[in-house]
C-alpha cells in the first residue's frame, strides 16, 4: 500500500507528464525571478507536424507560455532567444503578434540565425539584438507541392507576404522599400530569392536595433523593467 506520501510524488509526476505532453514545459512554477526566457529554437511547428527527429517549437506550447507571463505579477520582462530556420508562417506571424502584445517589457536576442518567420518573430520585441555572427535570411513566402486554383493561391501568398512585411516595418527601423527588394534579390542564395544579413548588417538596414550578446540583452531588459517601473 502506498502512503500519502508516496501518492502525492505520484500525483506530481502525472502533472509533470502531463504538462510536458500539452505544454513542453515540465510546470508553471511560481517564481520569483522578475525575467522569463522563451526559447525559440529550430523550425516553428504550426497545424502540421513536423517528423520527430526535427528540432522543432510547437505553438500551442508558446502561446500558454505567453498568457502566463502576461498574467504573472511576478514576472516584469521577458527575453526571447532565437535560432530558428523559420517554419510555419501563421503559427510564427501569431507567435510575434503575442510578443508584440505583451504589456510587459520584452527584449529578443538572435544567436544563431533568425530565417524567413524568424524575421518577425525577432522585431516583434520592444528593443532586439543579433550576435555577431548570426544571420537573418529575408525572403519571399515559398510555396511547395501541386497549387490548384493558381490565381486564388497567389492572392492568398501576395495577401501573407503584405501581412509579414507590415509587421516588419511596423515592428522596426527598416524602410518597406528596402525590405521588399532584399526579399526580390537574385544574387544572394542558390536557385532562390532573398538576402542573408550577418550581425551589424542587420543592424545598418534597421531591422535588429543593436549587435550585442547575452550580457547586454539583460542589461537591456533590466533598464527598461526599471523604467517602466518608475513610470507607474
Do not use: C, W
Request: proline share 5%.
Amino acid at each position: 500500500m502506498n502512503t500519502d506520501n508516496e501518492q502525492k510524488i505520484q500525483e506530481e509526476k502525472e502533472n509533470i507528464r502531463e504538462n510536458i505532453k500539452e505544454l513542453g514545459i515540465s510546470n508553471l512554477p511560481v517564481s520569483t525571478d522578475p525575467i522569463r526566457i522563451l526559447p525559440i529554437i529550430g523550425q516553428v511547428e504550426g497545424h502540421m507536424m513536423l517528423p520527430p527527429q526535427t528540432k522543432a517549437t510547437k505553438y500551442e506550447h508558446v502561446i500558454p507560455q505567453l498568457i502566463d507571463a502576461e498574467r504573472d505579477e511576478n514576472t516584469k520582462g521577458l527575453l526571447i532567444i532565437l535560432n530558428t530556420v523559420g517554419g510555419d508562417v501563421e503559427a510564427g506571424l501569431a507567435i510575434a503578434e503575442m510578443i508584440r502584445s505583451l504589456s510587459i517589457p520584452t527584449v529578443s536576442l538572435v544567436i544563431g540565425g533568425g530565417h524567413s518567420i524568424g524575421v518577425p518573430l525577432a522585431t516583434s520585441a520592444k528593443y532586439s539584438f543579433i550576435s555577431p555572427s548570426a544571420t537573418m535570411i529575408i525572403h519571399p513566402i515559398r510555396m511547395n507541392g501541386l497549387v490548384i486554383g493558381v490565381p486564388q493561391t497567389f492572392e492568398y501568398f501576395n495577401k501573407m507576404q503584405e501581412r509579414i512585411v507590415e509587421f516588419i516595418v511596423r515592428t522596426s527601423k527598416i524602410k518597406k522599400e528596402t525590405l521588399k527588394n532584399m526579399m526580390l534579390a537574385t544574387d544572394e542564395l542558390l536557385n532562390d530569392m532573398g538576402t542573408i544579413l550577418i550581425g551589424e548588417k542587420a543592424v545598418e538596414y534597421g531591422l535588429i536595433d543593436e549587435v550585442g550578446g547575452i550580457n547586454s540583452a539583460l542589461t537591456k531588459l533590466n533598464s527598461m523593467i526599471n523604467n517602466s517601473e518608475n513610470h507607474r
